[in-house]
């Protein structure tokens, strides 16, 4: 079975503080893709990133950062210098080891990020 | 940048009526997802559809549901009698799956009232 816990429901951050947003997984496929949506109060899923189970190379692009560690089952998602315009719903996501299977989807993290 | 729509943005219908929402997918994509999401809630894999069929369904995907392509741009998500518990956002998502690329993008949504 495949299962996704965001432990976190709410996060408060001040403008510029740094804050990290946990995930943590459950599969028992030897191949599965991890991903990160944010869902600003407009609604829509913003696809953020996408990690392969076989690559365990930690990613920044500008302030995101993620870490992935397979022996926590642990994909954790930091924001550096956070900004009024971050706040929103960040949903954590696993996929089995189909390429195209569906996404499970954790039940997300609402930040929100105060001037 | 190709992206996914949804149309309408917002229906509102009466329980026991019935609904088609309507996606266009990015036009090289083959691959094709709806979602949903309850209110406040984690988003809900439904149904997925490649070469004319469906690929892989939940079990929120009873009866009262099913998906079409009619032609060769639209996916359609019907809901043949509403009840209450369908008041939701519907998302369409499509992926490509000819580059080895499989992330999959998300439409902004339909929000669906049922009273």
């Known amino acids: 079975a495949q299962k996704v816990t965001q432990a976190q429901t709410e996060i408060s951050v001040v403008e510029k503080e740094d804050v990290t947003l946990d995930c943590v997984y459950e599969?028992?496929?030897?191949?599965?893709?991890l991903f990160w949506y944010k869902q600003p109060p407009s609604g829509e899923l913003v696809f953020l990133i996408r990690?392969?189970?076989?690559?365990?190379q930690n990613e920044i692009s500008g302030r995101y950062s993620w870490n992935f560690q397979k022996s926590t089952s642990s994909f954790n998602f930091t924001i550096t210098a956070s900004q009024v315009v971050d706040s929103a719903v960040y949903f954590c996501?696993?996929?089995?080891?189909?390429?195209?299977?569906?996404?499970?989807f954790g039940r997300g993290t609402q930040l929100t990020v105060w001037p | 940048e190709p992206e996914v729509t949804q149309t309408p943005s917002h229906q509102v219908t009466q329980m026991g009526q019935e609904v088609i929402l309507r996606c266009v997918p990015i036009?090289?994509?083959?691959?094709f997802y709806w979602y949903r999401q309850i209110l406040g809630q984690k988003v809900e894999f439904l149904v997925s559809f490649y070469n004319n069929e469906i690929s892989e369904k939940s079990e929120i995907f009873d009866d009262q549901f099913s998906v079409e392509r009619p032609d060769g741009s639209n996916f359609t998500l019907k809901i043949r009698s509403t009840k209450l518990e369908d008041s939701a956002m519907y998302f369409c998502?499509?992926?490509?799956?000819?580059?080895?690329?499989?992330?999959?993008?998300f439409g902004p949504g339909t929000r669906l009232t049922v009273t």
């Open positions: 998502a499509s992926s490509e799956i000819s580059s080895g690329v499989y992330e999959q993008y």
């Open positions: 996501a696993l996929r089995g080891g189909s390429t195209l299977g569906r996404l499970y």
């Open positions: 599969t028992r496929d030897t191949t599965y893709y």
């Open positions: 036009s090289n994509h083959l691959y």
């Open positions: 990690r392969n189970s076989f690559d365990e």
